[in-house]
């Protein structure tokens, strides 16, 4: 059975990737290729959160359960037997810089060690595989993803759950875009979640949205928020 992590996850996962892309480049994950041993409710967070990010993601589990069952719930967009079949996708669409996340159904070091005999080396890599895994990895320039999503200093989440989610979603997504401060240095990542999120969120998480805010954000968002679809259920965390 798949175990599946809170949304709040998600986005605070998606947070720390943008954080790790400026950090290293300046500019987004498109092309760039994340590694997670085990498609757990922390496996299931940073694919979606790396899809959301525009990176390419691999994900290998030794069962295969968990990850057809992630396809049909569209966490995942391929589930694979081989890391063969895995590179004829993840080449492909690293190339042209295009979003996918690929499941392999293999053991992790058994990936691992395939990888590195095809020369085939990740950006990043997810905490999941053993210290030993990892080194190796690492020891050819992968940079960790934090353990725990970091969340922000200065942001409160603030999530809601729309009815006629297909109508209002946009609707509240378009308004959490104007309140967002332009000079906040990650309101880019912040509106790319906004627009990006839906699509890989999947049919579980449906009616619900969430976003990191300022305080001054979150009061020029909310009243208009609550003023034009009054039924809205907004909830603020810490």
Known sequence: M???PELTC??????DLTRIAQERSGTSLAGQLLFR???DAEGVA????????GAASLCADADGGPLREGLRH????FVVNSLDE???ILKNEVRRARPVSVGVIKASHLCIAEMLDRGLQPDLLSPGASANEA???????????PNEPS??????????????????LPRLAALAGEALDPAHPETPARLRWLEAAPRYLGRTFGPRQCLRMTPAEIAAFLPRAQAALPSMTFVQEG
């Open 2 to 4: 798949l175990s599946l």
């Open 10 to 15: 998600v986005h605070d996962r998606y947070l």
């Open 37 to 39: 041993a085990g498609f």
């Open 46 to 53: 940073i694919l979606i959160a790396a899809s959301v990010a």
């Open 74 to 77: 569209g966490f995942c967009d």
């Open 86 to 88: 895995a590179l004829r």
């Open 135 to 145: 080194q190796l990895l690492f020891d050819r320039g992968a940079i960790l993803v």
């Open 151 to 168: 969340g922000g200093a200065d942001a409160s989440l603030l999530l809601w759950t729309a009815t006629e989610p297909a109508k209002n």
